[in-house]
T-cell receptor
């Protein structure tokens, strides 16, 4: 079975500063990796995904993530954050070919943008 | 292209009652998954339906059950509600060609008193 660890429950950042949200996963097989964002009182929106190919993945709203197989990590980055990026961010994993087992999520990281 | 929709948005029930939550999949998607998100936690997988059959289930008791209809809309039923069932229930749909990429609805917030 797979698991996801998001190392930081909260990350405060000043507006226009860069940010990195950390995600590590554990799985005995190949995986697909995802980042979702959840704004207050809303559902989850897909930011980006890694399925195969290039390890650097670009998503919406200027976010990108890098898959590192040796470190079993999939950290999310943005070079310059805005107030509107304040939200909860979830890293998720799905085992390759195991779509019927659903996504396994981390506990989330609350990104707090300070003016 | 319409996204995933869920109804109702909010619901209050009492312990022991039964509840039905509804979901309409994104256009062209024939797979639906349901998740439970407790306050301050990440979503947890309940089960998945494909072509009207349950084809995957997480660690939830049998009182959590579901249905998928020919138009790919779906229901989540929870019997004998417990206080711990209070949560945001999320529905997600995906396509046959990309079942791992799931698109979520806005959720139904259930409060059990």
């Amino acid at each position: 079975a797979q698991s996801v660890t998001q190392l930081d429950s909260q990350v405060p950042v000043f507006e226009e500063a860069p940010v990195e949200l950390r995600c590590n996963y554990s799985s005995s097989v190949s995986v697909y990796l995802f980042w979702y964002v959840q704004y207050p009182n809303q559902g989850l929106q897909l930011l980006l995904k890694y399925l195969s190919g290039s390890t650097l993945v670009k998503g919406i709203n200027g976010f990108e993530a890098e898959f590192n197989k040796s470190q079993t990590s999939f950290h999310l980055r943005k070079p310059s954050v805005h107030i509107s990026d304040t939200a909860e961010y979830f890293c998720a994993v799905s085992e390759y070919g195991g779509g019927a087992d659903g996504l396994t999520f981390g506990k989330g990281t609350h990104l707090i943008i300070q003016p | 292209e319409t996204g995933v929709t869920q109804s109702p948005t909010h619901l209050i029930k009492t312990r022991g009652q039964q509840v039905t939550l509804r979901c309409s999949s994104q256009s062209g998607h024939n797979t639906v998954s349901w998740y439970q998100q407790a306050l301050g936690q990440g979503p947890q997988f309940i089960f998945q339906y494909y072509r009207e059959e349950e084809n995957g289930r997480g660690n939830f008791p049998p009182r959590f059950s579901g249905l998928q209809f020919p138009n790919y809309s779906s229901e989540l039923n929870v019997n004998a509600l417990e206080l711990d069932d209070s949560a945001l229930y999320l529905c997600a749909s995906s396509s046959e060609t990309r079942p791992e990429t799931q698109y979520f609805g806005p959720g139904t917030r259930l409060l059990v008193l």
